[in-house]
């Protein structure tokens, strides 16, 4: 089971930051938030994770609470290319069976003009 | 980031025949790839692991025999579909774990669209 909760969708105006919460208050030590996003009918594209520090790369900032139970993904200036569904998701380090990743239902960002 | 090539993009077939998708990894080699299942306006649903050189781990509910998966190479995943079903009508995506600096991202292809007729 999913074990992170979203709100199931959000508007954002293009051009302003779009900030995308996640909780996940059940989080282990060990567990890494990661964040991928799906545009309609494509494979999902990864965004961005973390363990416990704040997070920046090209495509967005990954904001995590000091308790890490909770999380927030920001897009600084949001496009109409960024309408996607985007997906918090925790799980172990380590690859193999023990590093799947389990979609829960997500967040529909609709970025308006 | 990695890139993962998946094909056929979209496959219309006739109820009872078997389908095979592949899933490949472009440029490196991947020892585990996962395989995923999508039904319209749902999550993605994790089918199973891919294990190359080994028996494929399924997720609880999944048949193997029904959904047949090999991955005889490092860089090559399959999922063959066996007498397929209208209710097997879905969108089939396959990732890559990732290697060395990229050991905890996974990369997605652009998944397959199945149609049974």
């Known amino acids: 089971d999913a074990k992170t909760t979203q709100p199931p969708s959000m508007d954002c105006a293009e051009g302003r930051a779009a900030n995308l919460p996640c909780n996940h208050s059940t989080i282990s030590g060990n567990e890494y938030v990661y964040w991928y996003r799906q545009i309609h009918s494509q494979g999902p594209q990864y965004i961005i994770h973390?363990?416990?520090n704040n997070e920046t790369n090209e495509m967005a900032s990954l904001i995590i609470t000091e308790d890490r139970k909770s999380s927030t993904l920001i897009l600084p200036h949001a496009t109409l290319r960024d309408t996607a569904v985007y997906y918090c998701i925790v799980r172990p380090p380590g690859s193999g069976n023990t590093g799947k990743l389990i979609f829960g239902q997500g967040t529909t960002l609709q970025v308006k003009p | 980031g990695a890139v993962v090539s998946q094909h056929p993009s979209w496959v219309i077939c006739k109820s009872g025949t078997s389908v095979k998708i592949e899933c490949r990894s472009l440029d490196f080699q991947a020892t585990t790839m996962f395989w995923y299942r999508q039904f319209p306006k749902q999550s993605l649903m994790l089918m199973a692991t891919?294990?190359?050189?080994?028996?494929?781990?399924?997720e609880q509910g999944v048949e193997k025999d029904k959904f047949l998966i090999n991955h005889a190479s490092l860089t090559l995943s399959t999922l063959t579909v066996t007498s397929a079903h209208p209710e097997d009508s879905s969108f089939y995506i396959c990732s890559v774990g990732g290697l060395a600096g990229d050991k905890n991202i996974q990369y997605f292809g652009a998944g397959t669209r199945l149609s049974v007729l």
């Open positions: 973390g363990l416990k």
């Open positions: 891919s294990n190359e050189g080994s028996k494929a781990t399924y």
